[in-house]
């Protein structure tokens, strides 16, 4: 194979492997950005610039992709310099397989799996800012001029967005619910766990002392699958009981008590959510500075702030407005 056909490769692949870390970063939610840099996982510092300097990573991966795709030109007018009809064909072939296999296949895929893409190749990214950082320097410097007539900042204004998204309600662009879900997405990273908890006075727990018949009893009178259980007083829960450990006894000995999430009323819900998906909890108590017990929230909750209400066989359908 001649080397030429080999660089020729290797640049549609890096082609492809900078614009699906590009299109990765900017498709996936800032949400998971900010908890990559909070749990500091793989592609945290990437994440961390991203979210400090939105463009940085991206106009790094397309000046990196613009010096690819040159370099690949100049490798097949250098075979083709006296050919003219074959450089043209040559050059027709690498364009098509550069949009193909360098620009519409890795979006799509990047698009479709905008999380792990990101994680897996935000390490090159950063890479490859630090590489083009001083042509993107000159290139902000040449510009400089221009930009001080408009200014822009990398966010769109929240007020801006909703505006929009009550026009576009009004014209039929969107239904009303997908409107709210938009809405509550922007949001959800705003809002903190006491914002969302049920309080202290409504929640229905369980006193440890209690027998097995009547833990039974309380199941079945409740419409609860899980129940906190305390000694003494809310300010001293030991755990929780699923309905499914209760019935598997049958009433006749003690469920098995299993842990319960903590949150602080202060924490954002952005975090709790992750941290109860991680772990695969259902159900988080929540205290204030002085460790006391000042409200519960559960991962449907925090779920439904985020995409609206959900309902459940079980639930009784909202009534329809007639006309």
């Known amino acids: 194979m ?23 970063m900017r498709s996936v939610s800032r949400i998971w950005l900010r908890h990559w840099v909070e749990q500091q996982l793989r592609g945290s510092r990437a994440a961390l610039a991203y979210l400090e300097r939105p463009q940085r990573l991206i106009i790094a991966a ?27 064909g040559a050059l027709a072939l690498f364009a098509a397989a550069a949009v193909v296999l360098g ?21 090159l990214l950063e890479a490859a800012a630090i590489v083009t950082s001083p042509i993107v320097a ?23 967005i909703q505006d ?39 929640i229905f727990a369980i006193d440890r002392s209690a027998s097995a018949r009547e833990v039974a009893e309380e199941f079945a009178t409740s419409a609860f699958s899980r129940v906190p259980v305390y000694e003494g007083t809310l300010d001293h829960v030991v755990g ?4 499914f450990d209760v019935l598997k006894t049958g009433g006749e000995r003690h469920a098995a008590l299993r842990p319960v999430a903590i949150a602080q009323d202060a924490t954002p819900c952005s975090e709790l959510l992750f941290r109860m998906l991680r772990r695969s909890q259902h159900l988080a108590l929540v205290q204030d500075a002085q460790q006391r017990t000042v409200g519960l929230v559960t991962l449907e909750d925090l779920l439904e702030e985020l ?17």
């Open 307 to 323: 995409v609206g209400d959900i309902r459940d066989e079980h639930d009784e359908p909202a009534p329809r407005a007639e006309g």
């Open 62 to 88: 397309s000046a990196t992709v613009a010096l690819l795709l040159v370099l690949s030109g100049s490798l097949i007018a250098t075979d083709y310099a006296y050919q003219p009809l074959r450089l043209a």
């Open 164 to 202: 929009l998204l009550r026009e576009g309600e009004l014209e039929g662009v969107g239904e009303r619910e997908e409107m709210e879900i938009i809405t509550g997405v922007m949001s959800f990273g705003e809002k903190l766990v006491r914002d969302v908890m049920i309080p202290r006075a409504e």
């Open 138 to 160: 000159a290139g902000r410097w040449a510009s400089r001029p221009f930009d001080r007539k408009v200014e822009r900042s990398d966010d769109p204004d929240r007020d801006t």
């Open 240 to 243: 929780m009981v699923h309905a």
């Open 103 to 123: 620009q519409l296949l890795p979006r799509a895929i990047a698009r479709r799996f905008a999380p792990g893409v990101a994680a897996l190749l935000s390490p």
């Open 2 to 24: 001649r080397p030429q056909l080999v660089l020729l490769a290797l640049c549609i692949l890096a082609v492809a492997v900078l614009t699906a870390g590009g299109m990765a």
